[in-house]
């Protein structure tokens, strides 16, 4: 059950409604597809993401059967697709995914969670392991605020890692606590639809799984 009806927006004694805040993840989540990959056939062209991806095939599986963990996987592509990319022309492309690309593959089921989460008044987040690159335009359109993986960038140029952790699984919930004090809020609500989502659904009074689809 979504949060729907005044069920879900409790009032408190003096007569006013509580907090609530509600941590969605992106991928699989809000879109029904993976915005790495799609970000890079964006940015390359189909063929080219092709390619690449099939040279990047043995990282890619061995991340598939637990050989590498996820952070792995993902510095190796990031490194083939972008290393040396200079961050303003890269941000310029981020930019124009997130206006043109997002909206088509967003679920809209999703938006209309996050509009009912806007209409009781609770505080959004969109918590990603993408970079928060070419997530924060959008996030920004919509009024959420955002919590995402960072790339590193030295004399502005990407150099293909991470700049910290991959905010993936444990590191989610990590991110989370260090923004937000969640003893301030009468409800927390989660959204996810991978392992990768297991702790910050946790987190929550109210978890939801893969409920968009």
Known sequence: MLPTDKA?????????????????????????RDSFI???????????????LF??????????VKLIPNWQAKEKVLTYF?????????????????????????????LQAIQKHQELGSDIYLVSAS??????????QKGIKLIASRLEVINDKL???????????????????????????????SYGDSSGDREMLQLADQAYYRPFR
């Open 8 to 32: 879900h927006n409790p009032v408190s004694k003096k007569g006013s409604p509580t907090k609530s805040i509600a941590f969605f993840d992106f991928d699989g989540t809000i879109t029904n």
């Open 131 to 140: 970079p928060e690159n070419w997530l924060l335009a959008w996030c920004q």
């Open 55 to 64: 040279r990047l095939l043995p990282s890619l599986l061995a991340y598939k």
């Open 159 to 189: 150099t293909g890692k991470l700049l910290g952790k991959n905010c993936y699984g444990q590191e989610k919930v990590a991110r989370i606590r260090k923004e937000v004090n969640l003893s301030h809020y009468q409800d927390v609500y």
């Open 82 to 110: 972008f290393q040396n990319k200079q961050i303003t022309k890269f941000q310029q492309n981020c930019d124009q995914y997130a206006t043109d690309r997002i909206p088509r593959i967003v679920r809209e089921g999703a």
């Open 38 to 52: 799609d970000f890079i056939i964006f940015y390359h062209g189909r063929f080219s993401a092709y390619c690449g």
